[in-house]
């Protein structure tokens, strides 16, 4: 008779380093998730410590959005005139497709209850839904370049526009110190400087501003960004009444009961040496430009029960014959969206830990 506790009992070499080999992975794997959330490395910039900057900008406002909260539904249709079909194996591009869309405009910043007037910038948020299940969702906005070109800069950024608890607004040393230290930055406060709120989503025209990749059937990529160009023209738009902070969202409901709103699809192509990567560069007005097909947008609904509501509009999440470039906002972009999307459903389904919407007194 052998003692169990004897060599016979011990597990083959064999299977001792496949034991080890797993317990290798698996640590592995938990140092891997540790170092993406931020557990290894306490300095390390993660999506949680960016949408919480920007969310202390505007105050956190549970079951809304932690950035561009204040919107409104739209609904529609993207009918596509066969031009782009070429560059592009995107189903949606072929002559004489219609797509149905779902979208949402908005304003930028994380209070729900923000004036119209507040900010000069509009945002459009579309989701197109191709037949085969596919998707393409994409977020723009009505202004020229980005203010910077990295997820590093633009929490540097918040940080340093952050209300001073004694003062309610920005110490001008440090928002100063900032832009100096980022001359990047010039561009966009040129563009500010003559920026005005408008009077109405429907006559905005929306760029993608981060540059992406259209490939076509024989394999070749093309860089490019597109911009939302609208029929509706900007003269006659009058303005809001006195004192009125929500006017966007009436207007854009008080148009399309009257008629349909249209915008073309502008894609513009990139030459040789224009930044791909960089969203703080505009590339020139002379670029080739190609008309793709028309956004018609025909229905509004309120945010709050309208279809744009679960809807975690990811610039990431393409089709095929559309890829992403190497801006590092745009990964940096669907992580934070990621992280604001979990936050927001989890208020909104009383996910124990977490603050009900109400709790804000919306």
Known sequence: MTD???PRSRPPTHTAWRWALIGLAVAGSA?????????????RLTPHRLVNAVAANGGEHAGFRRNHAKGVCVAGRFEANGALAGFSTAPLFAAGTS???????????????????SVPIRSLALRFDLPDGEQWRTGMNAMAVFPVSTPQAFYALQMATHAD????KPDP??????????????????????????????????????AF????????????RWAMVPEQPAEGDGGPAAGDTDYLAADIGKRLTAGPLRWHLQMVFAAPGDAVDDATIAWPDDRRTVDAGTLVLTSSQPQADGP???VNYDPTILPRGIETSDDPLLAARSATYADSYL??????????????????KR
Request: proline letters at 8%; one cysteine or more; charged letters at 25%.
């Open 99 to 117: 797509t149905p869309v779902v979208g949402r405009f908005a304003l930028p910043g994380s209070n729900p209850y923000a004036a119209d007037s």
């Open 308 to 310: 744009c509501r679960d």
């Open 343 to 360: 936050r927001r459903t989890s208020e909104e389904a009383h996910v124990p830990g977490t603050k009900h919407p109400g709790e804000d």
């Open 31 to 43: 140092a891997a998730f540790g170092y993406v959330a931020g557990w290894l490395a306490p300095d």
């Open 4 to 6: 169990e506790t004897g």
């Open 173 to 210: 040393a440090k928002t100063k110190a900032f832009f100096t230290s980022h001359p990047e930055t010039a561009r966009f406060l040129a563009w500010v400087k003559t920026a005005k709120p408008s009077a109405s989503y429907a006559t905005e025209t929306y760029r993608s501003i981060n």
């Open 165 to 168: 608890p004694a003062t309610g």
């Open 213 to 224: 990749y259209l490939r076509d059937a024989a394999g070749d990529r093309h860089a490019v």
